[in-house]
């Protein structure tokens, strides 16, 4: 071993460090992800300045910080400014993941082209793709002017230059496991290597004031490829979700250092691109059936905007001892536990029926308001009894079968009524606060009993 190296293991899944192999990662506790890397010994200091800090480590009073609101540069994609939370802030590192093919790459070629037409320098950089790959793609998008620049490298002391000689507004690259650093012994998309190259990129965007975009590959249980410490180091993580046989894609902001959390963007992808889906209510509804048991409409909060969407569900006598349950877009066991809610408070027998439940249009959706919706949809395919098309529900349910309030009720109700539903059934706990409001019919109940007797 070369005086000055040293081999170690690193957990892939959260980066965690040992001298030795284990089984077992002490960290994240899971088994067989240790791999052998060879580091450097020699301690190395890196401070990170903003643009125009003057004097390194120097403290500065709060209260003499400028921090403006105009500083944020819009893309006039809307979904997209809105998980940012309100557009791009200067020297921000933003990571986007998602499966291979979802539109990572297309996204960020469009936000590309929308910034290059305002008049701002955009550096692409690209470690998959040849430059006429890429400009296959965006001819494919639209046209380009010659504010956006293409480059195609892997060598992160070579990328560094050439942001500074540059000097781009922002920079994107693709993707984070294809760059390499020179000083870095092992393999591109190691643990060491992802994690070294990204404090060089978060060095070049609060030094320099740069915004950068990096495109993250994802493991196959869906989180980002490398250490979790990739997350930590930027400002904004954004989840590229959803299926490649569906049309529907949802961007979800999971951190955000500039915004809320938890805030999604849905756009759908066509020939040209990836379109914007100004109403998402309205396009989850399309197709809904008529008269038609087991189906219901829910409305969940994600982020700050209601989207109301079709549950469904089939509740069939099983022909084997065990039944059956499989949920689509729901979390299974949420399902599991609401089934033995029925059981034990409604007096449904489902021990001898399979079930399964659907979230239409390829979301997933986790929020304890869908709740209602799910049990009303059980019991409806298992009673075989239509629920009135023109009638939304949401509420949490407990264990004791009893129906708890939620937050943003007011809101969900103006979706409900902007969209033509004619009924709300919610929980009796929201329905004082927002009564005589609104022309929509407003039904409250406080047990899955009184919610069943209502439908």
């Known amino acids: 071993m070369p005086k000055g190296k040293k081999t170690v293991f690193f957990c892939q899944n959260c980066g965690y460090e040992s001298p030795k192999w284990m089984g077992q990662c002490p960290g994240c506790r899971q088994w067989n992800t240790f791999v052998e890397e060879t580091v450097s010994t020699g301690n190395k200091g890196n401070s990170v300045q903003g643009p125009g800090s003057g004097i390194k480590n120097k403290p500065v009073a709060l209260t003499k910080i400028q921090a403006r609101e105009d500083d944020r540069v819009k893309t006039d994609i809307e979904e997209l400014d809105r998980v940012l939370g309100g557009g791009i802030v200067q020297g921000s590192m933003v990571l986007v993941g998602g499966d291979p093919g979802i539109g990572k790459s297309t996204l960020l070629l469009q936000v590309c082209r929308q910034l290059s037409e305002k008049g701002h320098k955009i550096l692409y950089i690209s470690g998959e793709e040849s430059l006429r790959q890429i400009k296959l793609r965006a001819e494919r998008i639209g046209e380009f002017n010659d504010q956006l620049l293409l480059m195609c490298e892997t060598n992160l002391e070579t990328i560094r230059h050439t942001i500074e000689e540059v000097k781009p507004e922002a920079v994107v690259i693709d993707s984070i496991q294809t760059m390499y650093n020179e000083q870095v012994s092992s393999a591109p998309g190691s643990v060491s290597q992802v994690r070294e190259s990204t404090g060089i990129l978060m060095q070049i965007a609060k030094g320099l004031g740069i915004s950068v975009f990096i495109v ?240």
């Open 216 to 455: 993250g590959h994802v493991t196959k249980d869906g989180s980002v490829a490398g250490p979790r410490v990739l997350e930590h180091m930027v400002d904004t993580v954004l989840y590229f979700e959803g299926d490649r046989q569906v049309a529907y894609r949802i961007l979800r902001s999971v951190k955000n250092r500039f915004g809320s959390t938890n805030e999604i963007g849905v756009f759908e992808m066509q020939e040209k691109g990836l379109v914007e889906v100004k109403n998402p209510s309205q396009a989850m509804l399309n197709g809904r059936p008529t008269d038609a048991s087991g189906s219901v409409v829910v409305c969940s909060i994600e982020g700050t905007r209601p989207i109301l969407i079709e549950i469904q569900a089939l509740v069939t006598k099983t022909n084997f001892g065990l039944p059956r349950r499989t949920s689509v877009g729901i979390d299974y066991n949420r399902v599991n536990l609401l089934m033995a809610v029925l059981e034990k408070r409604a007096g449904l027998h489902l021990g001898d029926w399979d079930a399964y439940v659907n979230l239409a249009g390829g979301m997933r959706l986790g929020e304890p308001a869908i709740d209602l919706g799910i049990v009303m949809a059980i019991a409806s395919s298992y009673k075989n009894k239509v629920v009135d098309e023109g009638l939304l529900i949401f509420g949490e349910v407990g264990l004791s079968g009893e129906i708890r309030g939620v937050s943003m009720a007011e809101q969900r109700v103006r979706e409900a009524e902007k969209l033509g539903f004619t009924a709300c059934l919610m929980p009796k706990a929201n329905l004082d606060s927002i009564q005589g409001k609104y022309r929509i019919r407003l039904i409250g109940a406080s047990n899955i009993k009184e919610a069943m007797g209502y439908i």
